[in-house]
């Protein structure tokens, strides 16, 4: 008979310290305690290198802590770790599917690991198979199902030994917002209807919010522990959106507040800047000046990042130039796309879409995973050649002059493409010489790019083991160096946390604001209010094009109030997939 206890995980003033390749300890957990109850959701959130990974791995019984208590279903995980991982799930950001077993293979592997008699399978396998919407994917690859299906038979594949307490470490990271919100849905499910015990990592803030219980941690330490609401709170009366003046944007509106001293935090927000003030009550006027400015109610981001900031000694240094640049107006048209057809045999990736980019512009190429968002980068890239249509990138035709408009354009991939053996310098070396900079000119941009993104303490250490934010930062360098005139950003900010995505919003913005041309892809919606345009993609198709603040007008929110860009994003393409299955029924009939 399984043991019971109300508080599924305690742990108290846990400590870990790893050692890094270049000798210097890092302490990943320094006095940590947390409690975690049966049958709740509890949230682990924090920036990079906060702890949360080392923490899940150390309640999974994968690490032993080197100090302090660990009580997980009432065992002693240090004493009896082998127990404790008979009667638990752990999904980790990289979970282990076998892309060349089918669907019910993989759960077969995972049920024999788990001694799952064939009976119990079968009575299993339909429910967990209905519960993720696989039934009809059975019999399909794992290596050919979408980004979101993977996390939801990685989930199935997770709860196969019916675990009494379920860990995911991060498991909506990478996937588009509708698959995030169908794995929200098992999750809650999961745990208001079966009871199951959950506790899960996110860099998701908006997350954070559907759980009972947060742990918030910053450099191993535990800055708060309660509901959502608590620390909500924090920022009580601190919470505010202002309309940019006459003649600004809200993304240079939201530079300058980010610049004063008594701002927290400042994201662009329906045209609009939601801050938070560093006190409650009035302030100076400051950048705010010519601004309306309202109170709103705090939500969980506003009270995380007041957190932070009472934590963290300075908010970081951001701050990017490039060498001077003539810009020959706002009008002047770096990308032109017309009728861009891409075909892999008889499947159709692009499909025939049109749109353009003006220098200076940020450019948002939205869509979930499998739209073509990736393939449209690669075509104007110029590292896949497109199937028909025109494709001109800073005037150039790509399919005369691919090399040399190669040479005014950066490119940071999903997977950042960095070489995870070499030196945070050894890869600024590789790129530098991969762009034909030579001599003193490659020792200069060199040094500019570490000191621009802060690599100087990380020049000797192997970039795979940098942490997310930092490897988004050593991508983004390497991908400046030539100075280029164009800038391709897929999926950047997938594995950053929240500090991370604003620091790299800062650059982005500042890039902008000296000429250069931005074109992004992002899972993350609230991203999209950085974007001067923005288009929205399924299936190869373009199924919506405008600002922000035009592309929110399209759908109502969820539970009233004002539609989020998430709500907008799910609207369209659901609206246009409902479409496609109407035109497909009267076709077959």
Known sequence: MKARTEIAIRARNLLKTFRRQTGELVQALNGVSIEAHQGALTAIVGPDGAGKTTLIRLVAGLLTADAGTLEVLGLDVAAEPQQVQDRLGYMPQRFGLYEDLSVEENLDLYADLHGVSSASRQAKYPRLLEMTALNSFRDRLAGQLSGGMKQKLGLACTLVGEPDLLLLDEPTVGVDPLSRRELWKIILHLVNDEGLTVLLSTSYLDEAERCGNVVVLYLGKTLAQGSPGEVSNIASDRAFVADPPSGSTARGLQVRLLGDPAIVDAVPEAGRV????????????????????????????????????????????????????????????????????????????????????RRGEIFGLLGPNGAGKTTTFRMLCGLLAATSGVLRIAGMDLRCSRAAARQRIGYVAQKFSLYGQLTVAENLEFFASAYGLRGPSKRSRIRWAIQQFGLGPFEKLAAGQLPGGYKQRLAMAAALLHQPEILFLDEPTSVADPLARREFWQRVTALAEQGVTVIVTTHFMEEAEYCDRLVIMDAGRILAQGTPVGIRSRARAEQGGEPTMEDAFIAIVEQARTHSDVVAERGAA
Do not use: N, W, Y
Not at 296 to 323: N, W, Y
């Open 274 to 357: 939601r801050f938070v003030h560093a006190e409650s009550g009035p302030f100076g006027v400051g950048a705010l000046a010519g601004t309306q400015v309202i109170a709103v109610e705090p939500r969980f981001e506003d009270g995380f990042m007041v957190l932070l900031k009472r934590t963290a000694e300075q908010k970081p240094d951001v701050e990017i130039s490039m060498p001077p640049r003539p810009v020959e107006g706002s009008d002047e048209m770096m990308v032109e796309v017309r009728e861009l057809l891409r075909k892999f045999s008889d499947f159709t990736a692009v499909d025939r879409i049109s749109f353009e980019v």
